[in-house]
C-alpha cells in the first residue's frame, strides 16, 4: 500500500491552492446565486473525479448535491457529509476579511468552516484514485446549503439518506491537536410569550396585567432548569416587550437556547417548558419552539466507531484524541438516528466565524491521509 502521509504531504502547494479557488467562492446560506456558484465549482470538480452527480434543486437556498461512485457495488455505502454554505456575507474578502497565505496557516472566510473540510474529503478520493487504492465500495458525498441556519432545507434529507449508509464522516473542523468530536450538545429552540391587559400606568395600573412582570418569573422558572454539572443549560438571551413608557405592558416575550447532552435531558426540558403556566393573575403564557438538532451522544455506537478510527489513525502514525463541542453540525442528526458518525473529521484551525479563521496548514495533509485510510479500510458493522 501507499504511503499516505507522505502523499498528500507532497500535494500540499497543489491542496492549498485549491483551497484558496474555494474560499474565493464567497457562498453565504442567504445568497442563492452564490452558493450556488460555488456549488457548479465542487460539480465540476466532482465529477473530474468519476462520481455521478444528482442535483437537488431548492427554492430559497442553494442546491444540493449527491455524488456516488460504486453506486452498485455491494455493502453499505459510506456517506461524506459537508455543507457548501457560510456565514460570511458577500463582499467580506474584499472588505473585512481577506485571503492570507502564511507559513504555517491560511486566512479567510469559510476557510475552517467547511472548505477546508471539503478540501480534504476531495483530496482523500483524489489520493486513493491516483493510488489505485480507491475501494470497491458505494461511497456517496451529500454537498448540502444550509447547515449554517440550521438545516432546514437540508434535514429530512440528510436523515433519509444516512439511514441507508454504514458510516458518515463530516469535516467539520478538528479540535485542539487534530481531536475528532465524539459528542455534541443539542440544541433547542423557545420563545416564551407572556400576554396580560395594557392600561395608563399613571392613571390606571392596577387595571392593568404587566406581562413583562409575568415573563421575568418566567425566566427565572427557566432558569432553575439548568443542571450545568449534567451538561444541560437554560439560557435566556433575549427578551423584549411593552410598547411606551407610561403603559403596563401587555406583552414580553423572552427566547431560550437550550443545551443538552442526552436526548433524555432534551424531552426533560421540551417537556417542563412547554408546562409553563402564568404566574400573574390573568396573564397568558404562550410556548414556541422545538429541540432544533439532537445531541451527538458518545454511547456504545460511537465508543466502538472511535475505537475502529483510532486504530487507522495509528496505522499511519497520525495523531488521534476526542473532544467535546457545546455547538452542533449536521452529525447531530446522523448519530442521533443510530448511524456510526464521524464528526470533527475537517483539519485543524481556529476562529470559526470570526475575522481571524484559519486552517492550520500542517494538519490537511494528515487529514486526508485520515480520511482517505478510512475509505480504504473501514469495516462497516452487519
Known sequence: MSDLVSYFEDRTPQMLALLEQ???HESPTSNKLLVDQFGRFLHEVVSELGADIEVLPR???GDIRLAKWNADAPGKPLLLLMHIDTVWPEGTLANEVPLRLTDTSIHG???LDMKGGILVILEAIRGLRACNEFPNRPIWMLLTSDEEVASTHSRELIQEIATQAGLVIVPEPAGEGEAIKSSRKGIGRYWIRSEGLASHSGNAPEAGINAIIDNAQQALILHDMNDLP???SVSITQIKGGTAMNVIPAFCELYADVRFTRATEAERIHQQINDLEAVVPGAKVVVKGWIDRPPLERNDIMLATVKQ?????ESLGLPFSESFSGGGSDGNFTGALGIPTLDGMGPEGAGMHA???HVLIRSIPRRAAFI?????DWQMAE
Not at 482517505?372 to 480504504?376: E, L, N
Open 22 to 24: 474555494m474560499v474565493r
Open 372 to 376: 482517505a485510510a478510512i475509505i480504504r
Open 109 to 111: 472566510p469559510g476557510a
Open 355 to 357: 475575522a481571524h479563521e
Open 230 to 232: 449534567n451538561g444541560t
Open 59 to 61: 427554492e430559497t437556498v
Open 309 to 313: 478510527a483510532k486504530a487507522i489513525a
